[in-house]
């Protein structure tokens, strides 16, 4: 068994100055890990099964740790009804997320991060809602998003594709999104909305974050909307 501190020890254990992981890892609280180790501190690859605090994960990722203490990570990742908001302090929120994934990415001590994400995600408890069959394939930052999300519940059918990036002094907004047969109401996302059914094609292609400064287009097409709500 281990805890997000002893790692944190061993992984730093050559580092010029302390290695400090993402605080909010110490909710994974006390793990056991089935499986292997191999390589170096600075250099290892981890195939096995952690059980946490907050759910089951199964990697098998390479991790390199850099000087300067920046981690860089690659491989294959899953979960089983993992409770991803207590991680990310959304508790109420976001939780039991069964994913399988290969994620290419790094973060360094600053906080900054940035993922490449391809794979599927079985289901997640969202608003008390448990979605399904979510399939994700791009690049994540902090404050961007670029690649194609596609969700097809039965409640509902969401594709996102293109980019969304605020992490420049202009937002841009550049990408299309499909809803076809949105079931509001029963996605508790408008639970006063009864029978309520929504579909629309959203192209967007601009920039800016107030009507001031606005620079391009935004087009809505095959928009309808349906409630028994009166």
């Keep these: 068994q281990t805890d997000i501190e002893d790692i944190q020890k061993i992984l730093g254990k050559d580092s010029i100055t302390p ?4 605080p909010n890892l110490r909710k994974l609280g006390v793990m056991s890990y089935k499986g292997n180790f191999t390589g170096f501190f600075n250099d290892l690859v981890a195939y096995g099964v952690f059980n946490t605090n907050i759910g089951e994960i199964t990697t098998d990722m390479g991790f390199k740790l850099k000087e300067d203490n920046s981690i860089f990570y690659s491989g294959a990742f899953k979960s089983k009804r993992l409770n991803v908001g207590t991680l990310i302090n959304q508790e109420g929120n ?28 079985d289901s997640i408890l969202y608003n008390s809602y448990k979605y399904h069959r979510l399939n ?21 059918y969401l594709n996102f594709n293109g980019r969304v990036d605020l992490s420049s002094k202009v937002p841009v907004f550049d990408f299309v999104a499909e ?3 949105a079931r509001l109401d029963r996605l508790k996302l408008t639970p006063d ?12 292609n601009f920039e800016g974050d107030n ?20």
């Design 193 to 204: 909305l009864k029978n309520s059914n929504l579909s629309f094609r959203l192209e967007s």
């Design 211 to 230: 009507i001031d400064n606005l620079i391009g287009s935004v087009k809505l097409t095959n928009a309808s909307f349906y409630s028994d709500r009166k």
């Design 94 to 121: 976001l939780n039991r997320l069964s994913l399988d994934l290969t994620v290419n990415g790094g973060w360094s001590p600053s906080g900054n991060y940035l993922a490449y994400l391809d794979g599927n995600i």
């Design 179 to 181: 809803v076809k047969e």
């Design 136 to 156: 994700i394939k791009g690049l994540f930052t902090q404050r961007q998003f670029d690649g194609e999300l596609e969700i097809n519940d039965p409640n509902g």
């Design 19 to 22: 290695l400090i992981l993402p």
